[in-house]
């Protein structure tokens, strides 16, 4: 779930410069603001009534693979913990992390249940070649490379939590009941602690340089990866084609 990101989220303070977690969000805050205008497009858009259902059908088709994902890093991160700090580390995480991710995508097809959308008809959705892009780079970088990836991966995609106003603000142009914005409301409560996380995990954890690179790479190309999702489904959407 998203919010329009803010231009300044990756700013700090000169004190905190060198914190692994601040260079990443450096990193971040340079593909925010297309992700941002792309946040826009959905959310400001004139025919949000018939968009909003699409968009929460291509956040399902994202989210229902996080626990997977988390599942298949930790079992990676625990083979290569014993002779790797780092791996460890994200393997701890992961195993909190996962249970605090559950049935998240439940939540949404409830939501969309609440807006006449039967839950057969999202899972018979064949999701994009982007989306699946999206979750099967992690995969790959998780399985073939590192798990730190995903802590990549986690720092951008739960970095931008949805504001009460935003979640208001929809309700009010919609006219759709609170109780389809369960997963909005949620996610808007809970990222925000989950992504203070991330920052201190990261920070904890003994980088090496190649460590710091593989995090940027990974949450810049989630970040673009996303914005490119929400972009083909405004397109799409503007061409009768969802």
């Not at 998203?2 to 700013?11: E, Y």
């Not at 303070?13 to 977690?21: F, Q, V």
């Not at 989630?222 to 009768?240: C, I, K, Q, W, Y």
């Amino acid at each position: 779930m998203s919010s329009v990101p803010r231009t300044d989220v990756a700013r700090a303070g000169s004190s905190r410069a060198l914190r692994p977690s601040v260079r990443l969000r450096g990193k971040i805050a340079l593909v925010a603001p297309v992700f941002g205008k792309a946040c826009e497009r959905v959310f400001r858009h004139p025919r949000i009534v018939d968009l909003l259902p699409e968009y929460l059908i291509e956040i399902h088709a994202i989210i229902r693979s996080t626990t997977p994902l988390m599942e298949a890093g930790i079992a990676t991160a625990e083979a290569m913990a014993p002779a790797d700090p780092v791996a460890a580390g994200v393997a701890a995480y992961l195993r909190r992390h996962v249970e605090e991710e559950q049935l998240h995508d439940e939540w949404l097809l409830e939501d969309l249940e609440v807006l006449g959308v039967p839950r057969w008809t999202v899972l018979d959705r064949l999701p994009t070649a982007t989306v699946a892009s999206l979750a099967g780079a992690q995969y790959y970088w998780a399985l073939h490379y590192h798990p730190i990836t995903l802590l990549g991966y986690f720092a951008f995609s739960e970095g931008f939590p949805p504001s009460a106003a935003l979640v208001e603000e929809l309700i009010e142009r919609t006219g759709f009941p609170r109780s389809a914005f369960r997963s909005f409301v949620v996610h808007g409560e809970l990222d925000p602690g989950h992504l203070e996380e991330i920052d201190r995990t990261i920070d904890e954890l003994p980088l090496a340089p190649g460590h710091e690179a593989a995090l940027g790479v990974s949450a810049m190309t989630t970040g673009r990866l996303l914005t490119s999702a929400l972009v083909e489904l405004v397109e799409d959407f503007d061409a009768g084609q969802r």
